[in-house]
């Protein structure tokens, strides 16, 4: 027996389709503006995330209780910081270049794209090497804690940027290694990764520019 609301759709606003009747796919416009919105989203929350570190340094900086806010020991190696910071900066120039060289349609933008990603490592690389060279642990002073914790997130940060990063080099790779061969292959594989790429750089680049504030604030303040 048919129950009494079958061929009713779930969602009476949403007219019914028949089963022979082809629905088109969605524009690619649609996801691209999804993930320019997306990004500068992403790009705002990094923002008072971040902010909340550098809030506490100022704040601790100028209670300096017992002081101890910044002993003699805890210092962290201006060298480190240098090469941290100079890793992040020439990769998220290397990714800017890289998007404007996709949105030029040249295809010559993944050897820059995927040297901003070898430097984004290498930055996190660096920045856990330090962990294990320097005299002072995250309890040794307000310094040392909102050291530790800024910059241990601001590397988990910039490792998830590096990630999405490589999904649009590694897209990139695949697209050109297996060329679209017939019906359901996307032809213009370009068309839809240049959305992402846009998308991961601008918040790398954002993210960039936390990074040297952070420097500044920890090794030079």
Not at 117 to 126: K, N, T
């Amino acid at each position: 027996m048919e129950s009494a609301g079958a061929g009713i759709p779930l969602n009476p606003d949403v007219p019914g389709v028949d089963k022979d009747v082809a629905i088109s796919p969605e524009s690619p416009d649609i996801g691209a503006r999804s993930l320019y919105i997306a990004g500068r989203l992403l790009a705002g929350a990094a923002t008072f995330f971040f902010l909340a570190y550098l809030f506490a340094y100022f704040y601790l900086r100028s209670l300096n209780e017992n002081g101890m806010w910044h002993p003699a020991h805890a210092k962290a190696d201006q060298a480190y910081g240098a090469i941290v910071v100079a890793c992040v900066v020439v990769s998220a120039l290397l990714a800017i270049l890289a998007g404007r060289q996709m949105k030029a349609g040249s295809r010559t933008w993944l050897p820059a794209a995927a040297t901003a990603l070898v430097l984004g490592l290498a930055a996190v690389a660096v920045q856990c090497v330090q962990y294990t060279v320097q005299h002072f642990g995250p309890t040794d002073g307000g310094y040392a804690s909102v050291f530790y914790a800024w910059t241990g997130l601001y590397a988990i940060a910039v490792l998830a940027t590096m990630y999405w990063l490589e999904t649009q080099v590694a897209t990139e790779l695949r697209a050109r290694r297996i060329p679209a061969a017939g019906h359901g292959d996307i032809a213009e594989a370009d068309r839809l990764i240049a959305p992402g790429l846009d998308a991961a750089v601008f918040f790398w680049s954002y993210l960039a520019g936390i990074g040297v504030v952070t420097w500044l604030t920890l090794y030079l303040v």
